[in-house]
């Protein structure tokens, strides 16, 4: 208490002139139309700055929730359209359609090797298996060739020892997709008939022939073609829909039916 008496006393001269302004600011602003409208507008801006910024880092902050909401509700989208069914007619918990969605995120991913692999961090535990489909946002990724607890491992579409049913989305001409190790961004279409009516920028979608991706996803766009060496067979060149140096949250299609359907080739 002695200290603050001393600190008065000492500051005594200041503090009568700090009183003294802030009264003089005072009577400035409450008798004074002008001044008092600009002090305001001031204090308005002032306040808004703040709250926008306090609003700003706020949300900022709240990025990786609402990325997780997104994530979910791609996951119910994808789900519906895989198995071409109305949202108010899907069972609960998608229990009886034929292609269930898992969504996971990246932990590694190469692809600069000719053999490239993907990690994921779902595994069986998950319902992760073999040979489930792996689709981003923008298209087709890969096939899941190795599992553990909590993680998988994806071929990677950039992978030139794995093969992919493809047609184009205007026609049922079909074709093997694959990778010549060369281009990141290019995959190669082949064995399609020269018959097949072609132009540069076509789609090139999943066949659904190989019971691994549904029908009709996206996998890139008809860069050029030329026949083969036989002359009886266009090769394309296919652009890739998706970056594949990119790429953070993945889709994992499992086919409910796959066994069900095998029994029928034993």
Sequence with gaps: MQRIIYFLIRNKNF?????LLIFSISLNINYNEYN???FINSSNFIFSSLYETQYTISKYFNLEYQNKLLVAENTELKEIVYNHLRKDSIPEKFKNIGFGVTASSVIKNSYSKSNNFITINKGFRDSIKLDNGVVSSNGVVGVIDKTTSNFSRIISILNTNLLLNAK???????GVLSWD????NIVQLKDVPKQAKVKIGDTVVTGGNSL???????IGYVDSFKLDGSE???ELDIKLSVDMTNIENLYIIDNNNISEINKLNE
């Design 232 to 234: 009886n067979y266009l």
């Design 168 to 174: 184009f989305k205007n026609s049922n001409h079909f």
């Design 36 to 38: 008092k409208s600009k």
């Design 212 to 218: 691994i991706f549904p029908k009709d996803i996206l």
């Design 15 to 19: 503090i009568l002139f700090l009183s």
């Design 181 to 184: 190790g060369l281009n990141i």
